[in-house]
């Protein structure tokens, strides 16, 4: 069987395809509480604290993080598949948790929900396509992965604040969501084909050297996959951020909810569609030089937010946080690919998005007990300048030649 298979994104365009579909329905199950969650906490529940707000978001990146790094060995043993559809079947009692919530505990156990699914569906897509398409077009089966994703984060978090403004913030805009895990459960579990047939025949001519132990090579003693890593960790802290607080931020500018979703959509839009170009270029250009100027990009735009307050220039600050992101993260998942053997390469990509995905939770919970402590706008600044820092250590630690030694 082995022989039959035959890796490229050309040979396998349907499936390809079929697997960026699946994952704009995973981002948009992201995008539902992009640009509502904390006017639906404070006039649903009454929480004002941004700690106590911000906390959703913690709960859901401790357990994508969690969920991420067991992907890495359950799709080994399990199957890409099956861990992919067991995600999305998590994800369909989310929605009507939220609809139905009575208190803020029942909307952190939807996030934790939420934060499981999320590592099982995205984490599963990413593998199989990195397994599909083989070496050479790697950088652009990312860049199409991530854009489909995070594109859809950007349309229902416009769409949710569109229904909210007209029809309130609860439950109309959660429907959206009933709709996407059920048509993603449904995808999955009809056409959606396993990749492990794929693994073995990559396997057969690559000779990458095998790393000795996976977690701590990626997480500190490789310099590339640690520097990786870590730029990771700081892009996902900076996101956590902006999603908790750039919409109180909008709030405290007196702008409504169209107005919120359309600046906070643009970020993932940008972030998306950039990735369409910037996956590409990963396969031809400077993966180093990306990441370094990805995450200067981003922690500029940030230290530029608490100056600004006119609508055109939140959202130009949103478009080039956008592109600064869309620089680095299709990178991220070719340098881990390029930097590992297929054997252990879903094992690498778990552990990199265990610690990345923890930046969410470290992001909610820097940003909102230095917002209560001492402003928002300090919360923004700080975690602004651990961008730029991040940048410096792939710039010095980070070597030229990308290797798995």
Known sequence: MTNAVNLGLRENWKQFTLLVIVNAFVGGMIGIERSIFPQFAESEFGVASKTAILSFI?????????????????????????????GWLIAIPVPFILIFAPNW??????????????????SSTVVMKIDLVGEKDRGLAMGLNEFA???????VAFLTGFVANNYGVTPYPFYIG???SIVGFILTALWVKDTREFVRKESLTNNTAQLENVFLET???????????????????????IWGLLPIVLLSLNYNNENIGIITAIYPGVWGIGQLFTGKMSDHYSKKKMLFWGMLLQGFAILFIPFSSDFYVLASISAILGLGTALVYPTFLSTIAQATSPKQ????????????????????????VTADLFGVEYAIFLIGILTIISSLIIKFRMPNLIKAS
């Open 58 to 86: 913690t709960a859901f990146g401790i357990t994508k993080a969690i969920a991420n790094y067991y992907t890495g060995r359950l799709a080994n043993k399990f199957g890409r598949k099956n861990l992919l559809l067991f």
């Open 105 to 122: 505990n029942a909307v952190i156990l939807a996030n934790v929900l939420l934060g499981i699914s999320q590592g099982f569906t995205w």
């Open 149 to 155: 994703g995070y594109f859809a984060v950007g349309i």
């Open 178 to 180: 009933i709709f996407i």
């Open 219 to 241: 997480t500190f003693k490789n310099k590339t996959l640690s520097s990786v890593t870590q730029a990771g960790l700081v892009n996902n802290l900076n996101d956590g951020m």
């Open 345 to 368: 390469r879903a094992e690498s990509i778990g552990s990199f998005r265990l610690w990345r995905d923890l930046g969410y939770a470290f992001g909610a919970v820097i940003s909102g």
